[in-house]
């Protein structure tokens, strides 16, 4: 992108930096925080010259945004910006108004409508569709399909007896090119082609007996009927990247969705290949079986299922003799047994029970020759479809369901011969949150294991291990968990497949895997700075390939100060170097598709998290192209500090420190401690301006608090104390400074830090209020209790997991006993708030009950506020108001000495809302 390219993004002025002096600008309230606009979803165009997002208020309508050829284009209610491949449209979606939603009941919410709004870039026109359910540009950006929501009329048209998604929709489809639109009744299904301006579409309109298979050229809307039936639904379509192959499934419509097996056909463009696949004698096709071509057109993945059940009826009482008829009475029965050696519990099954029935697994069709292997069955039910023609990752949790319980979640990875289906294990036992990968090539697969990174040559099966020799940790420095410890993963691949990037917790190493040579491409460890490549395209998460080692964008993240920086290859240092400048964390960084172009964000706690944009080789030119960080300057705002300290046990800890808005040295002022595990990576974060369960850090310095991010380092065994040694000896640390007054230290945690909260408070006097959300009270009990969200047992988190006792209940009670808050609740001298969901998914809520019922029976001072119909983290916005302005109450009158409302001092009496 050249200069004036840059430059026509450019929208207001730069980045305004706070200082403590500013003694005109005004107090940020809570009504202040619900307005304040966020950047959300954005996303930038393939050439670098378009930039789409969403400015949102907490509360209230966002606003779409279009910024071009330096104007700007703003969309009501805009949000999830999709921007088409030519960087010529931009499409949001457009939901009701907040106002209109509230307004509603629960019933008329359902009806509102989601619409879209279409943005020209060039003219900055608007084109608003109405009831769309789904949208999606083709590739080449030449049509827009629009899948519109089904009339209600049209609906009741049809036959009653149909399952609601055997119904079709109209689909709406637009050449962008000269306007033209044809809109298609009944459709149930579609997919547009990648490369060629075609779309395959199903069309069941059962009250007519006509179902159709379609492929429509998107330049004319002229139609092929590839298939045409009178009482068979179609199911999934699809069509291949250049539509040079269509295939298809279709079932009997007059047997029950979930019943009904279908039939595959697979047709080439020229009608030489047409091919019905009613597959092997023990898999069938269904209603969920998936299609997707290869992008080489050589292949269809297909997924297949062997069991075809429908949920049982419950029987009904129709006659005097059903009253005493054993069979229809145990027809009518409510039982779910629970055995030993069942492979899940029964909650975690139940969750599952939905994706089990619609579960289907892969099989590939080679198609010329036409030849389907089988992929996946029960006993291998994951594989990773991608294009490569010879090996496929795959995974099984089969044999561990039961050992999940207690030891969280592992899998056998496996290589699937495309063209043969043959199975070869290369890594068991594994966690999933450390899958192998595949080179690109496929040659090679890289996998970690206990402490060291393994290759696999997948031409002659030789293993070799990469890291063992090296003078290096590449397992996590800082695993303080009660399991192995994870590695830090992989980088992107060279191209060719030969060479692959692998982190430690500093550095970049390149490894040859042919050449088994290792570089160590940075050299972070000494200034304690942790390198990672930038992502090289949008959405990913980390680069895939690359082709020179010296063209790689690097980020890298200093210990010492909590900054970011970017880093380039520089041939006179012969090592990367810092290419910017500035204390500020570099954040959510996207690259443009077609271009060396970057866009990012740039934050401290003092300045908002705009946007920049910059080529790669000029990142230090960088141009900002948004302007949402006006909105601090009429605000008074705090200044971070960072405050480093020695523990009790020799370890050195670092706090992220924020100090109310004029803040003179000497100054002795009421702390807010709030915490979970590592939070002083967050002196170079702006707060987070939401309301919810967690305290606003801008919010309480407004009104005179510090808060405190301390860090936790926890030691296995003794997760409860190795707690308070952190919190206590980082509260002496800021105390010492003459920061904090020693009578004013409030703590606040949630979950896991509710948790620590709920403990400290029996270990230590010093807080002299705490407020602890979602708390585990007595881990004897919560041991073998339920995470309702997944219906898994919790014991898996305390023996290998964040509880880190590590060994089982049965074992070692006296451990989950002594770290147990409620073991020690006569200690207790800080008044306490507990806050809990009735519906909490995680923690079962009964904890807070035996937490407060101990408290009360000894006479220590608590409140328990019980949300109802709540998870984990509050979701109702007007229950998140409640908890923060009660919240603050708490500390208001315990740390500043304000008055006690009404619900401190005498209460809340039980009330229901009147039902209208």
């Known amino acids: 992108m050249n200069p004036k390219q840059k430059a026509r993004l450019v929208f207001g002025a730069a980045a305004l930096l706070f200082t403590s002096t500013a003694a005109a600008q005004a107090k940020l309230t809570l009504e202040d925080v619900m307005v304040f606009e966020t950047i959300q979803n954005m996303q930038v165009s393939a050439n670098g010259e378009v930039i789409a997002y969403t400015a949102q208020p907490d509360r209230g309508d966002g606003r779409g945004i279009v910024a071009a050829n330096g104007a700007q284009v703003s969309v009501k209610r805009g949000t999830k910006a999709v921007i088409s491949d030519n960087s010529q449209f931009v499409l949001f979606e457009q939901g009701p108004s907040l106002l209109d939603y509230e307004k509603a009941s629960p019933k008329e919410r359902k009806s509102l409508d989601s619409n879209r709004v279409l943005v020209n870039v060039a003219s900055g026109k608007q084109t608003a ?67 060629a301006n075609f779309a395959i579409v199903a069309m069941n309109d059962a009250a007519a007996k006509k179902h159709q298979v379609v ?191 207690w030891a969280g979640a592992y899998q056998d990875f496996y290589l699937v011969n495309v063209q043969t289906g043959e199975r070869t294990l290369i890594v068991p036992q594994q966690s999933v949150y450390q899958p192998p990968k595949l080179s690109p090539n496929a040659n090679f697969a890289v996998y970690y294991v206990q402490g060291d990174w393994f290759a696999l040559d997948l031409n002659n099966g030789r293993k070799r291990n990469l890291t063992t020799d090296l003078n290096s940790v590449f397992a996590n420095e800082d695993h303080d968990y009660p399991s192995s410890a994870p590695g830090y993963g992989l980088g992107p691949w060279l191209e060719d497949g030969s060479k692959v990037l692998i982190y430690d917790k500093y550095d970049v190493w390149q490894f040859d895997l042919i050449n088994a040579q290792a570089t160590k491409l940075t050299d972070g460890r000494d200034a304690k700075i942790s390198y990672r490549v930038v992502a090289a395209k949008e959405d990913d998460f980390e680069q895939s390939v690359y082709q020179d080692p010296q063209q790689l964008l690097l980020k890298g993240f200093n210990y010492d100060d909590k900054t970011d920086s970017f880093y380039q290859f520089s041939e006179q240092a012969n090592s990367f170097a810092k290419v910017d400048t500035g204390a500020y964390k570099i954040d959510k960084v996207i690259r443009a598709k077609d271009v060396d172009t970057v866009l990012f964000t740039k934050e401290n706690y003092q300045t908002f998290p705009d946007y920049f944009l910059a080529s790669k080789g000029n990142i230090a030119q960088a141009t900002k192209v948004t302007d949402l960080g006006k909105q601090t300057a009429k605000f008074a705002w705090g200044s971070p500090q960072l405050v480093r300290w020695m523990n009790g046990d020799g ?92 009578d004013k230290i409030g703590v606040h945690g949630h979950s896991w830090s509710g948790y620590q909260t709920a403990f400290a408070v029996t270990q230590t ?39 880190r006792i590590g060994p089982t209940l049965y074992k070692q009670p006296f451990k989950y006993w002594e770290n147990s808050p409620i073991a020690h609740v006569e200690r207790i001298k800080t008044p306490m708030l507990i806050m809990f969901g009735d519906v909490d998914d995680a923690v079962p809520w009964e904890q807070g009950i035996e937490l407060y019922m101990a408290m009360r029976r000894t006479g220590k001072d608590v409140i328990m506020l019980q949300y109802q119909d ?24 315990y740390l500043l000495g304000k008055p ?5 001092t005498n209460g809340e009496a039980f009330y229901q809302y009147r039902k209208d």
Do not use: C
């Not at 309301?691 to 310095?701: E, G, I, L, S």
């Not at 006690?900 to 401190?904: D, G, I, L, S, T």
């Open 765 to 803: 006097h010093i807080f002299k209020a705490a407020v602890s959300g979602a708390p585990v009270s007595n881990m004897t009990s919560a041991y073998s209790g339920i995470r309702h969200g997944t219906g898994l047992a919790r014991q898996f988190q305390y023996e290998a997991g964040q509880s």
């Open 651 to 742: 370890r050195e800890l670092d706090g992220a420190l924020f100090l109310p808005p004029g803040y003179k040295k000497g100054d002795k002022v009421p702390v807010m401690v709030y915490y979970y595990r590592f939070m002083s990576q967050r002196l170079t974060e702006f707060p987070k301006m939401f309301v919810n369960h967690r305290p606003n850090f801008a919010w309480y310095n407004a009104n005179g608090y510090a808060v405190f991010l301390p860090d936790i380092r926890f030691e296995v065994g003794y997760p409860g104390q190795s707690a308070v040694d952190s919190l206590v000896s980082g509260v002496q640390k800021i105390i010492e400074m003459g920061i904090a007054d020693p």
């Open 900 to 904: 006690a409302p009404e619900w401190m």
């Open 870 to 893: 709540e998870p984990h983290h509050l979701k109702k916005y007007p229950n998140k108001v409640d908890y923060s302005i009660r919240m603050k109450q708490y500390f208001d009158h």
């Open 215 to 405: 492929v429509i050229n998107l330049d004319n809307f002229s139609q092929q009927v590839l298939a045409s039936f009178s009482d068979q639904q179609i199911g999934q379509v699809a069509i291949s990247d250049n539509a040079l192959w269509t295939a298809f499934t279709y079932g009997e419509l007059s047997q029950p969705r979930a019943l009904r097996q279908h039939q595959l056909e697979v047709r080439k463009s020229d009608g030489s290949q047409d091919k019905k696949f009613e597959g092997l004698t023990q898999w069938k096709y269904s209603v969920n079986s998936q299609l997707q071509f290869s992008s080489d057109e050589q292949r269809l993945f297909v997924g297949r299922s062997k069991v075809f059940s429908e949920a049982p009826v419950r029987a009904k009482i129709d006659k005097a003799d059903d009253l005493t008829d054993t069979d229809v009475l145990l027809k009518q029965r409510d039982l779910i047994v629970w055995h030993g050696d069942d492979p899940r519990i029964k909650p975690n099954e139940a969750k599952q029970y939905s994706k089990k029935q619609a579960k289907t697994y892969w099989a590939v069709l080679h198609l010329e020759p036409m030849k389907i292997v089988q992929l996946a069955d029960e006993s291998l039910p994951e594989v990773e479809v991608t294009d490569n023609a010879q090996w496929l990752l795959a995974s099984s949790n089969v044999p561990y369901l039961k050992m999940m319980t």
């Open 129 to 195: 569709f109405n009831k769309v359910e789904k949208a999606q540009f083709n590739r080449s950006s030449s049509a827009l399909a629009l899948h519109l929501k089904a009339d209600k009329k049209d609906e009741k048209a049809q036959q009653s007896e149909l399952d609601k998604a055997d119904l079709g929709q109209p689909l709406q489809l637009l050449n962008l090119s000269n306007n033209a639109q044809q809109t298609y009744a009944n459709v149930t299904s579609f997919q547009l082609a990648e490369k």
